[in-house]
C-alpha cells in the first residue's frame, strides 16, 4: 500500500467511526511505515536541483507523524482533543507532502517512474499535464500503468474463471463483479484524451478507473475470505490461500496442476535424433514445441483481451499440431526400426515409446485448446493447457531417465 493509499484508508476509517484500537492500530502502523519509506526513497533519489525543497519536505513528514502520534495518544487516552489535533496534522502536513511530491516525480524521476502504484502516480501528477514536463512524465507513467492494467485483467479473469470451476467460491460470483469491459474502454478514453490534450477528461476518466480498481480489490478479498473459510492449499509463488480443487491461484493466476513438476527451460540441452542403430534421444523439435506452447498460452490470453484475432490464434495452434503430428510421424518410424534391430535396443524402444506419449499428451491438449476458442468453456481452456504440460512433463521426465 502506498502513502497515498494508506492514508485514506486512516481518513475514512475516522470519518466512519471505525476506530477499534486494533484496527486503526495497525493501519497507522502502516501509515507510519509508508510515510518513513517515502521520506528515506525521496531523500536519496533527490538531484541536486531538488534538494533546496527536501527541507520543506522534512518539515511536513514531521508534521505528519506528529499527526499519528497523536492520534495513537487518542487510542491509550480516548481523548478527543488529541483525535482532532491528529487529523489536522495528517491533513494540512498531507497537502504539502503531495504538493512536494508532486514536484519531484515531475522534476526529478520522470525518466524512471515508480513501479508501484502506477495509477496512483497518474491521479497526483494529472493536474500539471498543462506542464511541458508533467506532459513527458504523464506519457511514460501511462505506458507503465497499461502493462499493469493489463496484468490485473487476466488476473480477474482467472479469478472469475477459478471461481466458476470450484464450487465454494460460487458465492463470490452472485453479487455484481468489476465491470472489466467498462474499465477497458475508460483506460482507451484516457489515452485518446491525453494525446488530445483533454486534459480535464483524463482526469475525470483517471476517477473512474480508480473506482474500477476498488472494486477489483474488494472482489479479490471476497474470494480471499472464502477461501479462508474452506480447506485449501496456499500458493507456492505468493503464499494466498486457495480452495483445494483450485486450478490456479485466486491472486497470483500460478497454475496448480504443475507446481510439483520439474521447471521447463526453453533452454534445454537437446542434440540431433540419431538413427535405430544408435539412442532414440529427444528430437531436436522439443525446444521448438515448448517455445510453440508458450506462445499459444501467450496468445490465448491476448484473445481473451481482444488483442489478436480468432483466426491468428487458431493458426497458431495448428502449426503446432502439425510439428506434433510429424514428430509422432518419425517417432513411429523409430520404434519399427528398433523392433527389427537387435534385442539390446529393448531399453531405448521403452525410451522412444515414453517420447512418444509425451508429444501425443501435446497433441491432445492443442487439440483441446482448439476446442476452448469456439466453445469458450473454462475447463476446455485449463484443460488443455494441463494435456500439454504434462506431456512436456513426460518428455522432461524421458530425458532425464536417458542421461541417467
Known sequence: MSLFESFYVICDEIKQGKVENETLSAHLSLLESDCSQTERQIEEGAAPGFEEELPKLKT????????????KGYLLSRHEAELEKGVTLLETSFEEITVEINKFFLEKMAASPSQDGPLNILIHTAPHLEQEIGEDFFGKTLTLFERHFKGIRRNLRHIIQTCEMNSELQEALENQLPDLQSARQTFKQIQNDFNGKNYRAV??????????????????KKVLDLIA???????????????????????????????????YSSGLDVKEGETASGEPILSRNLAKIYKDLGRIHNLAEDYQDEEVSKQELL???EQAKEKAVSILNR???????????????????????????GFQLILEGLTTTQTWVESQKTEDYWNGFKQAFTGMTKLQETKASHHS
Open 60 to 71: 511536513a513528514f514531521s508534521q505528519f507523524k506528529e499527526g499519528i502520534s497523536q492520534i
Open 203 to 220: 482526469q475525470e476518466n483517471l476517477k473512474i478507473l480508480a473506482s474500477f480498481i476498488q472494486e477489483y480489490n474488494e472482489f479479490c
Open 229 to 263: 473459510k474452506n480447506e485449501g492449499k496456499n500458493c507456492p509463488r505468493c503464499g494466498t490461500r486457495n480452495p483445494g480443487g483450485a486450478k490456479t491461484c485466486v491472486y497470483c493466476s500460478f497454475v496448480f496442476p504443475f507446481q510439483d513438476q520439474p521447471p
Open 315 to 317: 493458426h497458431a495452434i
Open 331 to 357: 517417432l513411429s518410424s523409430d520404434k519399427e526400426k528398433l523392433i527389427s534391430a537387435s534385442p539390446k535396443n529393448e531399453e531405448n524402444l521403452k525410451l522412444a515409446e515414453a517420447e512418444e506419449e
